[in-house]
């Protein structure tokens, strides 16, 4: 595709519900992340994926939250029994095709507010 | 202490003036650097990426690097009303792991 995107943009999730977040990286993008933000602060790391392998996931705050990316391509956040806290925007990056350290380009983000 | 710091501003220049943002990391181990700007309420946009010590110029962006006092800076020149918004610096920590700051939030005045 021509962009990293992201579903869905606006999620209001009632305290205690789950939620699933999805990301579609740029075709043929190796790596995936996931990172938080909370307002007026920069993006945190949650998680990272190479392929469908997650190489990294110290980032996640507590074990209600869980990330798969079964075929290498598409990513799930899910988030179980969902707290207040957990209100932040969620953005998904993906990098170069062949991985590494190179520039990260990011979707639109989903705004979860958790009620 | 962060382990990348940057003034939270506003940083208000005049219509037309060279806009400086300013950034220290702490990881001396740092190799990659890169200069993000996120408009309210929408999602990081790459500006510039600088690997080496020294200066990158791309248009009206010039990032400079000076691994030996950790610190990275992008300067706008001619800086327009449309460049206002928040600038993120990140810095890979290790291999893989983008290490933002909180970002500058630019104000250009008219």
């Known amino acids: 595709g021509a962009g990293v995107s992201q579903s869905p943009r606006y999620k209001v999730a009632k305290r205690g519900q789950d939620v699933a977040l999805r990301c579609d990286p740029i075709?043929?993008?190796?790596?995936l992340f996931w990172y938080q933000q909370a307002l007026g602060q920069g993006p945190e790391f949650l998680t990272y994926?190479?392929?469908?392998?997650?190489?990294?996931k110290s980032g996640l705050p507590s074990d209600r939250f869980f990330a798969e990316r079964p075929e290498g391509s598409v990513s799930t956040l899910k988030i179980q029994r969902t707290q207040q806290e957990d209100s932040a925007v969620y953005l998904c990056?993906?990098?170069?095709?062949?991985?590494?350290?190179?520039?990260?380009?990011f979707g639109p983000g989903t705004r979860l507010t958790v009620t | 202490q962060k382990e990348v710091e940057q003034n939270s501003g506003p940083l208000s220049v005049p219509e037309g003036a060279i806009a400086s943002l300013n950034c220290t990391y702490s990881d001396r181990g740092s190799q990659s650097f890169f200069w993000y700007r996120q408009y309210s309420g929408k999602s990081p946009e790459l500006i510039m990426f600088i690997y080496s010590n020294g200066d990158k110029e791309d248009g009206r962006f010039t990032a400079q690097l000076n691994k030996a006092s950790q610190y990275v800076s992008l300067l706008i020149r001619d800086s327009q009303p449309s460049d206002s918004a928040t600038y993120l610096c990140?810095?890979?920590?290790?291999?893989?792991?983008?290490?933002f700051g909180t970002g500058t939030r630019l104000k250009v005045l008219a």
């Open positions: 994926f190479q392929n469908e392998a997650q190489l990294d």
């Open positions: 990056a993906s990098t170069h095709p062949s991985g590494g350290t190179y520039e990260q380009y």
């Open positions: 075709s043929g993008h190796v790596s």
């Open positions: 990140a810095v890979i920590s290790g291999t893989y792991k983008y290490i």
